[in-house]
């Protein structure tokens, strides 16, 4: 789960990890009023979406006046931002943050995240940190440092001497950068987040650290630890068809691709997706439905890819393990007759009652297919979505 920028900041507070002041508004009044509590400018008008890249596509902005902020917050409110990471749709935004203007020594890039090769929380920094972070990281990755840390040992003192060292920070910065990431980290640990990145740390002339800026992201399995931080959750920040999945707890990621698809198991879903591309196609979708999966739930699944208006043909592929293939076939066939499915369907299955579920789809009258492996599969499903749909008799004949 993804969260705002002044909702993390909100939680480096209860950390005692330095933020500048600020509050948030919805209109360019409730902008002014907030702005009113500060005793000087300038003061910053930051946009509030999912994504980063906002300096860059004019969603911060300085002000020096109350007239100047008052009109940055017009701007920014109701605008559709487009940045790197919010494709070229954008989001629109509703709030932005207004926080005070911080005095800028020194730029710096901190992060920790999960590293699942090592199995460790991995600390990445550079001293170039700011809006060309990106850059730094192609172009002279050498500027960017990284240090794992076990999770059953926890963090140490020595792992705040590599990052320091690796900022090349004085040694009288030790002491408050080491007070710094201590606290990170148990943020990071305490509320199992994924990901936890500040870009840029700011270095102050007063010796001092601030996080101008804050992402947070919360393994979305961990939640129901966490009740208190469900409040963070901000469903128009998510796709429509991620939420109605997450209703059914389903696994669905929605993607660019016109080939939707229906699997259980990550990995699984993960080599369906590689099939399809290999084929010359895209996938519409992530769609992991599970090993204790219900006809229910195949169903829900089902309705939520074809309400993809992309989508130009469907591959299901399910190895029938604790989901049983007649299972499997029996909630594909309740969703086919339920909705008016206007693309040619492929299914492609294996394991415990196969053979029953193969009978399930032959006898159920609808235009769905099976496939032997999933080569043909994807390759049949690329053409289909190819012809849009529209001779998937033919093709599947061919």
Not at 296 to 310: A, H, Q, T
């Amino acid at each position: 789960m993804k969260i705002h920028e002044y909702q993390a900041k909100q939680l480096f507070r209860r950390y005692h990890i330095p933020v500048p002041a600020g509050d948030i508004a919805c209109t360019p009044d409730e902008a002014t009023a907030i702005a009113r509590k500060f005793e000087k400018f300038p003061l910053a008008v930051k946009a509030q979406i999912h994504a980063g890249g906002r300096g860059k596509g004019g969603g911060v902005r300085l002000a020096w006046s109350f007239d100047e902020l008052a009109g940055h917050a017009e701007a920014i409110l109701g605008m559709n931002l487009v940045t790197p990471q919010t494709g070229p749709e954008g989001r629109l935004v509703r709030r932005v943050l207004i926080e005070e203007g911080v005095d800028i020594l020194q730029e710096l890039y901190l992060s920790l995240m999960v590293d699942r090769e090592t199995a460790c929380v991995l600390v990445i920094a550079s001293g170039a940190g700011g809006m060309d972070i990106e850059t730094v990281a192609a172009e002279t990755p050498e500027k960017i440092a990284r240090v794992p840390i076990n999770p059953l040992v926890g963090i140490k003192r020595h792992h705040c001497r590599q990052v320091a060292g690796a900022l090349d920070l004085d040694e009288s910065m030790f002491v408050p950068f080491c007070n710094l990431l201590f606290g990170l980290y148990a943020l990071f640990v305490e509320n199992d987040c994924s990901l936890l990145e500040i870009n840029p740390l700011i270095r102050t002339a007063e010796g001092n650290f601030t996080a101008l800026d804050a992402k947070i992201e919360i393994d979305d399995s961990a939640l129901y630890r966490h009740k208190d931080l469900l409040a963070f959750r901000d469903l128009n920040e998510e796709d429509p068809l991620e939420i109605e999945a997450s209703k059914y707890k389903l696994n669905y990621i929605n993607m660019d691709g016109t080939v939707g698809n229906m699997v259980n198991g990550a990995g699984l879903a993960m080599a369906v997706m590689d099939t399809i591309k290999l084929a010359g196609a895209e996938p519409a979708n992530f769609l992991d439905v599970g090993g204790g999966a219900t006809a229910e739930m195949i169903e829900n699944g089902f309705r939520i890819i074809l309400s993809d208006p992309k989508v130009r043909a469907i591959l299901i592929n399910i190895f029938g393990g604790i989901l049983r293939c007649d299972v499997l076939a029996d909630g594909v066939v309740a969703a086919a007759r339920k909705i008016d499915v206007k693309v040619p369907v492929i299914v492609r299955m294996e394991g415990t009652n196969v053979e029953e579920g193969r009978d399930i789809l032959a006898r159920s009258g609808l235009s769905i297919y099976t496939a032997a492996d999933m080569k043909d599969a994807g390759e049949l499903v690329a053409r289909l979505a190819a012809s849009n749909g529209n001779q998937y008799r033919e093709a599947s004949n061919s």
